[in-house]
């Protein structure tokens, strides 16, 4: 059908009679339908098709009809306010008022009517999809005699070796047809040849090709030629098995013969040599029995050849499944007798299921042999990572389904225990497809980027997440239709997304929302490779130090990041004078709550802009001395001498006194204190101090080194040792150097350095003779004379 075009508004509204007629005679027909009860599930998915497509047409319609009224409408504001009772105004204002008013009223029909057609329709469309689903669902529930009943099975054996033994001979018939013989004719050296060349390639070709790509994989150590190695060993596994099929299907349509019991099999052929394909594919692409290094999955060789199998089986599995559907939709057997067949394959299914998910679980524990870590408290190894929960749900969800469809089949209930295979089988399919695709889009970007192999298994970028997040995406909708979902129930659920949800004056919706991430990104991308620039190519060619280098690149991140959110919002339709309501009325709650917050930010743009403190200095704040790393917009991060990282507060470090030893210059002065013993000759020591400063380069000559008698203490006379030095982060090394040289010099010059002296005093109590105690029982004692050490 056709579906009508919202008409020009020139041509006038009546020309929208047309389309409304025939929306209306679709509405009443639909109707009639449901009331009436008795069309199939065809039927009714045509008539919801149109309907979707005249809804489609009346929503047009409305929106572009509802544009015309608002521009009348703004029109009509512009003139200001109908005068009031009493009042007059201008023949050529009331005229033209009453103009516009007449041309509101004459296109808001068309509106009115457009807008009622869209919302019949959006009712009859719903009414529609209950009814279909309740008929799947109906249809999926229907029991049939269970395989357990062993009393049915002689009739059911009976009715299947009728129909094997009538496919047999409609097929001799056919393939004995003397006319078959003369219409083949000279075909059957071409079929021959055909079937040749794809069993050629499928017991030969293939192989040998794999095992020599698998040779060249094994012993090539670069990255980039592993990538690509990779790639041709994926392409290969698809297309050569494909051209040997090819060969096949094509020998077998020349040779096959024409009958009606055949004809289930036409192209039975195309899709189960697709399922087997594929099936093969993914298991060598995931479990990679031949070669561990490339194996997606943690697993030992053992055990990857065996899920490798365990796919396989799977794939043949769906491929008898392909036949049996064949037969059920032929309805070449009754259904008791396909459903007595259709058991024994389901159990099978069942076993293999549980089987891919023990081998699923089992790779997402990983090794079992390894040993806890002694320092764990808890006696526990690494967590698990999301990957592994991740095939630990899979693993759980596929054995639910490896005990629900060989139970469900065992019951009676076939027709769902059929499905239910056909969407675990295909769930498994596009999983290890999303799998094998997230593995390849990493390795492309790798190969592209020159990035090592290392930073990528260290996770240090999100580029692994927002890859895995977009293919999850692409798969959600797959995966509903494969778990019974139509086509038009996702087109539907797109639909009611597009249009979005109101909030106040604002829409939101999918491409609004896409929209402003799509924005933003661009934004923040140009900002990065704006400061890059900055930081690369512009900056250093300036005069600037490193520290106002780095204080201008992050503020133009900031304003880079403000304005790309800013015109991401507006691109998404939302009005920002809202946003400046919502803030002005959230300003209070800011203030108090994130109090601290806001005082660190601020502190931090303080900081860029005055920068009391810059990238490199030394700097001592808190009880913490080190050098400046980073300054962000709520702390700044020290490094100390001890390469521990220290976060400072932004507001600490404007609200507290900061020492910073190279805010103005690297220059700083160096106190070295000695001290030498009495009787010392000062003048001499003095000069060999002097000399060890003067003869150091990092000490420097103006201000000119000078030493000081501080005082004669306890123990010797200390002098002091103080100069400016070229720069003051090297003032360790530098005393380290210059105490060597005065300890030499001194000891050369026969100048002692004194140490403490000490006077130790003991006391002894010798006791008296026991007859000698006096009555009270008190003991004499007599104090030893002093010793002096």
Known sequence: MVVPQAPAFSAGPLLLEEPFATWNRTAERVQSVLERDQASTAILERLRDRLASERSAALEVGQATNVRVRTLQAQLDALGPPPAEGATESNELAARRGQLVREIAEVNAPLIAANGAFQRADVLIKELDRRIRERRTADLLTRYPSAIFVQQWPEIISEITQWAGSLSQHTTNALLDPIRRDDLGDDWPIAVALMLAGLLLLFYGHPATVRKLEAFRQSESQRSRQIWLSF??????????????????????????????????????????????????????????????HRVLSLDDKTARRAAQITIGIGVLSAFEILLDRLDTYGQVSPEALALVTTPFMVAGGVVTWALAAVLMGAAKGPTDTAADPTDPEGATADISIGAQFLSYVGIALKAASVAIPLSALLGYTRLSRDAFDATVQTIALLTIALVLFHAILSGISLLLGRREADQADGKTLLPIVVATLLAMALLPLLALVWGARATDIAEIWRLMSEGVRLGDARISVDGFLTLILVFSVGLIATRWLQAALRTTVLPRTR?????????????????????????????????????????????????????????FVSGIILLIERPIKHGDWIEVSGFSGYVRKISVRSTRIETFDRHDVIIPNADLISSAVKNMTLTSASGRIIVPVSIAYGSDVKKAKEILLAAAQAHVQVLRYPAPYVLFMEMGDSGLALELRGFLRDVNNVLAVRSDLMTEIYTNLRDAGIEIPFPQRDVHLRTTVPQPADSQSSQGAAASVPAPDTAA
């Not at 096949?248 to 013969?257: E, F, K, Q, T």
């Open 232 to 293: 041709g060993f994926a392409v290969v596994r698809v297309v050569l098995p494909g051209l040997a099929a090819t060969c096949l299907i094509l020998a077998w349509r020349i040779v096959a013969p024409v009958s009606e019991a055949l004809r289930f099999l036409d192209g039975a052929g195309v899709e189960i040599a697709i399922d087997l394909i594929l099936a093969y594919w993914l298991a060598h692409m995931i479990f990679s029995p031949t070669f561990a290094p």
């Open 544 to 600: 600037l130090d490193i520290g106002a280098r780095n204080a201008l690149s992050t503020g133009v991140g900031y304003v880079g990041i403000t304005l790309a959110g800013v015109m991401a919002i507006s691109s998404a339709g939302v009005d920002l004078s809202n946003l400046a309501l919502v803030a002005g009325a959230l300003s209070l709650g800011i203030g108090f709550g994130m109090q601290t917050i806001v005082s660190n």
